[in-house]
């Protein structure tokens, strides 16, 4: 299968992920690769700003591809965060296998169709509060 890094469907999403090739359901797309580091070091991050692709998968274990530009699945957005497009949904998951992080398909996805995963309601909370405070 073939992944493209190009300009998201989404408003305002900025890049996306999509395939070039036709994916069956339960296909695992992708690893969530990047840097791994504690969870005490992406507080850090965050506190310099130089944070924002964080997969996080235990206090001792996050995956943090904010430098690392170049693993692709970092690119997948989630259709029903703050930008939205009306009967676009999620179309893949999120699944943990020992300390790896993949990207999994929820149903059969089209050839060229932009790759769409859950962020969870906890990100969506955080990132609507930083709006409303400024941060």
């Not at 998201?8 to 992920?17: C, E, F, I, V, Y």
Request: glycine share 8%; aromatic share 14%.
């Amino acid at each position: 299968m073939a992944l493209l890094v190009k300009r998201s469907r989404l408003p305002k999403a900025g890049k996306g992920l999509f395939t070039t090739t036709a994916i069956k359901k339960g296909t695992k797309v992708i690893e969530y690769k990047g840097e791994i580091i504690k969870w005490n070091e992406y507080k850090e991050r965050v506190a310099r700003n130089q944070d924002g692709y964080l997969f996080y998968i235990s206090k001792q274990l996050c995956i943090d591809a904010f430098q690392t530009p170049q693993y692709k699945a970092r690119y997948a957005n989630d259709a029903e965060g703050l930008s939205k497009i009306k009967g676009v949904r999620n179309n893949c998951e999120y699944k943990i296998e020992g300390s790896k992080c993949y990207i999994f398909t929820r149903r059969d996805i089209k050839a060229g169709e932009e790759i769409y995963v859950d962020y969870t309601k906890d990100y969506w909370n955080s990132v609507r509060y930083n709006i409303k405070h400024g941060f």
